[in-house]
T-cell receptor
Framework: GQNIDQPTEMTATEGAIVQINCTYQ??????LFWYQQHAGEAPTFLSY??LDGLEEKGRFSSFLSRSKGYSYLLLKELQMKDSASYLC??????????WGAGTKLIIKP | NAGVTQTPKFRVLKTGQSMTLLCAQD?????MYWYRQDPGMGLRLIHY???????AKGEVPDGYNVSRLKKQNFLLGLESAAPSQTSVYFC??????????????FGPGTRLTVT
């Protein structure tokens, strides 16, 4: 079966750095997405990786290792507004998105 | 541009009642999706459409029907609501293309409770 695993909840301090991991087992691979979802709101796109390596976009970076079925989202200089759930999703061979349950990130002052 | 909009935002139904959720997008996207999101679970695809007049089943289609009569609209119907259909429903759309992956744009969600 297809499976996406990510931690349920993480806590970090304002101004610090946090890494959210995602491991996956899917039938085929056409890229991995990270979305941010604030409580009660819709998911919004953060990043897309299809090749191995690190993609940097401002305070957020996303890394992919296809051979290990592994990705992480790195958030630097954490701000209170980064408190949200972070969803990992893999596009399988049919171009369907398989979603993880999300990681709730709590930022403390 | 409004992006993706959903109607209604909230609804309470009694078991056995029917309703239709409306999704509209103004980005001229070909692909549209209906998901449900439940606590502790990832988004699950109910039905999707790859263009006007087409629909296809997703991971959890039972108890739902859809229609895509116009390119900008995607309707999700519940014929006889059950408490197991209590959930948050998200509509999403994306550009055309089966040769690469595109980000999905989400509507604000519909919070449905079935009693």
């Amino acid at each position: 079966g297809q499976n996406i695993d990510q931690p349920t909840e993480m806590t970090a301090t304002e101004g610090a750095i946090v890494q959210i991991n995602c491991t996956y087992q899917t039938s085929g691979f056409n890229g991995l997405f990270w979305y941010q979802q604030h409580a009660g709101e819709a998911p919004t796109f953060l990043s897309y990786n299809v090749l191995d390596g690190l993609e940097e976009k401002g305070r957020f970076s996303s890394f992919l290792s296809r051979s290990k079925g592994y990705s992480y989202l790195l958030l630097k200089e954490l701000q209170m507004k980064d408190s949200a759930s972070y969803l990992c999703a893999v596009m399988d061979s049919n171009y369907q998105l398989i979603w993880g349950a999300g990681t709730k990130l709590i930022i403390k002052p | 541009n409004a992006g993706v909009t959903q109607t209604p935002k909230f609804r309470v139904l009694k078991t056995g009642q029917s309703m239709t959720l409306l999704c509209a997008q103004d980005m001229n996207h070909e692909y549209m999706y209906w998901y449900r999101q439940d606590p502790g679970m990832g988004l699950r695809l109910i039905h999707y459409s790859v263009g006007e007049g087409t629909t296809a089943k997703g991971e959890v289609p039972d108890g739902y029907n859809v229609s895509r009569l116009k390119k900008q609209n995607f309707l999700l119907g519940l014929e006889s609501a059950a408490p197991s259909q209590t959930s948050v429903y998200f509509c999403a759309s994306t550009e055309e293309g089966m040769d690469r992956a595109y980000e999905q744009y989400f509507g604000p969600g519909t919070r449905l409770t079935v009693t």
